[in-house]
């Protein structure tokens, strides 16, 4: 009996078909503050701010699952609460650009508020059909970083799991920024209620990205417009550290080019990607910031519905699916029960 299930089970999986999972990283201006002047960049957060709700659409006319991993800070209305939610333990970044509370206290005044600010459009995400509101940590937390602690990390996850469940939502997923996943810190993930964690594709050009080498910069642009290793992988090659299911991305979506020969191969890369996991059933995880459509945001627009527009024929003919990062976790442990 025990080998008529196994055998049946190896036939269900060979039959499996493959499935998109698309996460976003939602910072505004948390994510940036240490790069781009915000005095400068203004109707930059503008137009990301515009184009939210346009993604939200384009996702419901495909049927599109997504995970929105926020900064826990966009759930503050004002400066004003935002003073308020600031946790007793915070990071002591031994660089000091890189805090979100020094950079807070020191551009506070009404004008600055859309930009750190976002309870509208977290609301829109949670209303949108088939979106997984998720966490990238409250104050956009360094986990690699000279000078934090698990203490203090422990505190921001506990604010924005707190401030999550005041709109009614639980978290279930968690993008470390910067991609800086710390495994030391799992358990506390687990321990707060995270079931899975987006890592860094498994190439080495990926590693230790608070670090890049002038190799792993070129390495890594260069990827995005050939080669010939699919980014794509079967659901049995996802680990488990902690009971959080650790979910490799596959391709970050780059913003628009002018050049019309990297826009071509930039897409034609990632569409030829989707319809390798589609025909050999694995996972596809595609990723980007929201801020990354803040310039020529028509044509990002555009170019997510035309690879929208491959994903519903991948859909139609090989039954490709789309999944949220905790739809994904929840097949994973289906897949781990035989």
């Not at 935002?82 to 004008?111: D, E, H, V």
């Not at 596809?284 to 929208?308: A, I, M, V």
Request: aromatic share 14%; glycine share 4%.
């Amino acid at each position: 009996m025990i080998f008529f299930n196994n055998y049946l089970y190896t036939i269900n999986m060979l039959d499996r078909s493959g499935s998109l999972v698309i996460s976003l990283d939602f910072e505004l201006l948390w994510g940036v503050f240490d790069k781009l002047s915000f005095e400068e960049n203004q109707l930059y957060f503008i137009k990301t701010r515009n184009a939210i709700p346009q993604i939200l659409q384009i996702f419901e006319k495909f049927e599109i699952h997504a995970t929105w991993a926020t900064v826990g800070m966009l759930f503050n209305h004002n400066w004003e609460e935002w003073n308020s939610n600031i946790p007793s333990n915070i990071p002591n970044y031994q660089n000091r650009n890189l805090s979100a509370y020094n950079f807070g206290k020191s551009i506070q005044s009404k004008s600055t508020e859309f930009a750190c600010f976002a309870p509208d459009l977290i609301k829109k995400i949670i209303s949108t059909k088939n979106q997984e509101l998720a966490t990238h940590t409250y104050s956009h937390f360094y986990c690699r970083e000279k000078g934090q602690d698990l203490k203090s990390f422990r505190e921001d996850l506990k604010m924005s799991v707190s401030l999550a469940e005041k709109v009614g939502q639980d978290l279930h997923s968690l993008v470390f920024p910067r991609n800086q996943l710390n495994k030391g810190y799992l358990e506390t993930c687990s321990d707060l209620g995270i079931t899975s964690v987006r890592s860094n594709p498994n190439k080495w050009y990926w590693e230790d990205t608070q670090k890049d080498t002038l190799a792993q910069k070129i390495f890594r642009t260069g990827d995005a417009y050939i080669g010939k290793n699919n980014k794509s992988y079967l659901l049995s090659e996802i680990s488990r550290i902690q009971n959080i299911s650790i979910q490799s991305a596959s391709r970050l979506l780059r913003p628009f080019s002018h050049n019309r020969a990297f826009n071509y191969l930039r897409l034609k890369r990632i569409a030829n990607e989707m319809e390798y996991a589609a025909i050999n059933g694995q996972i596809y995880h595609l990723w980007w910031h929201p801020h990354n459509f803040g310039n020529n945001p028509d044509s990002n627009l555009r170019d997510l519905t035309y690879l929208l527009q491959v994903y519903k024929k991948l859909r139609s003919k090989y039954n490709f699916s789309s999944m949220t990062m905790k739809e994904l976790k929840n097949e994973t442990c289906s897949y781990n029960k035989f």
